[in-house]
Structures are given as structure tokens and as C-alpha cells.
């Protein structure tokens, strides 16, 4: 239906365009390019040529924490875009809807809303991910400093892959493709919900 395939092409396009219920691939805009996330361009770069300080472009990354994640679960969904139980169980057909596991996630849940742990604190959205290059523990120990007092398991440390237990959870998607479960959580809990909690 209609409904259905703009809900689908509403996150795999920059512009989406209808002419009454039918795709009009004339004028869509297939891929992410920059006016996905940060809106029309063409002030921006009349602002750029006129060298003024006013760049008129939105810059997603000003955003409080919360207000960051709910900005980028437009696509990459947040809880109430999904049915909790089929996050819990980490449903392959919702595993790569990163917003949703990170709300469920203790760090975002008890964090004040402005400083709550957000996308761009592990992710740079101009580029693809670099295992090698990425530092995530950085996002981690910014609140969890020493992480070896909290630790059962001997060699933790500040320099440990915080990622490797605490998102460990992966699943093959789509086409062959593999996402990591973005709620974060012990190793060591059950996945449950309780009176709303998820740990």
C-alpha cells in the first residue's frame, strides 16, 4: 500500500515525492545525502558563497542528548515506534533500530535528558563505522570512570572493550547483514521487562 512503502521509503530516501498514491522517482531523491538530516541546502550555500557567519543550515548535533536520539530514531525508531517484546528478543526484523535498544538502556533511562548518552557520542554520521578507529569506551567513561570497582571479572580496565559484553548481542538481518543490539546491559541480567524497567 501506499502507507506501507512511504513508511519504509521515508528512511532509505533524502525526499520522498508522491504524485497522488504513486511514487514519483523523478522527482525522490534516492540514498541519504546531507538534507536528510540537516534540510534544504540551497540558503546554506548562498550563506557559504556570501562568506556571512549565519550558515543557515540545522545542525542536528546541537541537540540535547534526548532530543539527539529521537531526532535520529526518525529512522532508526525509538521504543514507541516498536513493540517492546520483540526488542527483548532481539526480533532480527527490529535489530537494526539502534534508538530503540539505547532508550531501553539503563545509561540513556537514569542519565539526565540533556546529558543522557546519545548517537554522536559513539558515532560520526559523516562516515561509516572503523572498529579499528572508533573509540566507544570514551562515550562509557565519561560516567563509569573506574570501571574495575564494579567489575566481578578480573582484568577490567579502563582500556577493557566495553562494547564486547555490554553489547554483545548480534543478529543477522536483512540481506546477510549483522546489527548490534544498541541496549546496553549486563551480560550477566536476563532480558525482562518489569513494571516498565529494562536492565
Same mark, same amino acid.
Given at each position: 500500500?501506499?502507507?506501507?512503502?512511504?513508511? %519504509? @521509503?521515508? %528512511?532509505?530516501?533524502?525526499?520522498?515525492?508522491?504524485?497522488?498514491?504513486?511514487?514519483?522517482?523523478?522527482?525522490?531523491?534516492?540514498?541519504?545525502?546531507?538534507?536528510?538530516?540537516?534540510?534544504?541546502?540551497?540558503?546554506?550555500?548562498?550563506?557559504?558563497?556570501?562568506?556571512?557567519?549565519?550558515? *543557515?543550515?540545522?545542525?542536528?548535533?546541537?541537540?540535547?542528548?534526548?532530543?539527539?536520539?529521537?531526532?535520529?530514531?526518525? %529512522?532508526?525508531?525509538?521504543?514507541?515506534?516498536?513493540? +517492546?517484546?520483540?526488542?527483548?528478543?532481539?526480533?532480527?526484523?527490529?535489530?537494526?533500530?539502534?534508538?530503540?535498544? @539505547?532508550?531501553?538502556?539503563?545509561?540513556?533511562? =537514569?542519565? $539526565? $535528558?540533556?546529558?543522557?548518552?546519545?548517537?554522536?557520542?559513539?558515532?560520526?554520521?559523516?562516515?561509516?563505522?572503523?572498529?579499528?578507529?572508533?573509540?566507544?569506551?570514551?562515550?562509557?567513561? =565519561?560516567? /563509569?570512570?573506574? +570501571?574495575?570497582?564494579?567489575? *566481578?571479572?578480573?582484568?577490567?580496565?579502563?582500556?577493557?572493550?566495553?562494547?564486547?559484553?555490554?553489547? *554483545?548481542?548480534?543478529?543477522?538481518?536483512?540481506?546477510?547483514?549483522?546489527?548490534?543490539? /544498541?541496549?546496553?546491559?549486563?551480560?550477566?541480567?536476563?532480558?525482562?521487562?518489569?513494571?516498565?524497567?529494562?536492565?
Amino acid at each position: 500500500s501506499h502507507e506501507t512503502s512511504a513508511h %519504509c @521509503l521515508g %528512511c532509505h530516501t533524502t525526499a520522498l515525492e508522491w504524485t497522488e498514491d504513486r511514487l514519483d522517482p523523478d522527482r525522490t531523491v534516492f540514498g541519504i545525502q546531507c538534507e536528510r538530516c540537516h534540510g534544504p541546502g540551497s540558503a546554506h550555500v548562498d550563506a557559504i558563497l556570501a562568506g556571512t557567519k549565519a550558515l *543557515k543550515i540545522y545542525n542536528p548535533g546541537g541537540l540535547r542528548g534526548d532530543e539527539q536520539v529521537r531526532f535520529c530514531g526518525q %529512522c532508526h525508531r525509538v521504543p514507541a515506534d516498536l513493540e +517492546p517484546h520483540n526488542v527483548l528478543k532481539v526480533d532480527p526484523s527490529v535489530a537494526r533500530h539502534a534508538g530503540a535498544g @539505547l532508550m531501553l538502556s539503563a545509561c540513556f533511562r =537514569r542519565s $539526565p $535528558p540533556a546529558s543522557t548518552i546519545a548517537c554522536l557520542d559513539c558515532h560520526d554520521p559523516h562516515r561509516n563505522i572503523d572498529r579499528a578507529r572508533d573509540d566507544f569506551n570514551r562515550s562509557c567513561l =565519561r560516567c /563509569h570512570s573506574k +570501571p574495575e570497582g564494579s567489575h *566481578k571479572t578480573a582484568g577490567i580496565s579502563t582500556s577493557s572493550d566495553c562494547v564486547v559484553c555490554h553489547m *554483545k548481542v548480534e543478529t543477522e538481518g536483512f540481506f546477510g547483514l549483522h546489527f548490534t543490539s /544498541h541496549w546496553i546491559r549486563r551480560p550477566d541480567r536476563t532480558q525482562r521487562l518489569e513494571g516498565g524497567r529494562h536492565d
